[in-house]
């Protein structure tokens, strides 16, 4: 729910990275990958976009910068 603008432009930003994913493949071992490999190409849209959504609360509520997960490196 919320915001119809702001969900639309969460859902067109993010089929866009699962887009990407699919044509180049996603990092081995990701959320993203996983998800591609188990469900459809929308929900795992819907699902980066709703992911995203709780991302940006929890920056915007803790007033903090975004850091980038660190890749494990074996």
Sequence with gaps: MGERTLRR????????VVRNA?????AEGSWLAAML???PRMLVTVAQANKTARIVWAL???????RAPVAMVA
């Design 60 to 66: 915007l509520t803790k007033q903090e910068d975004y």
């Design 22 to 26: 699919s044509k180049r493949g996603a």
């Design 37 to 39: 490999a188990r469900k």
């Design 9 to 16: 432009l969460l859902i067109i930003g993010s089929s866009a």
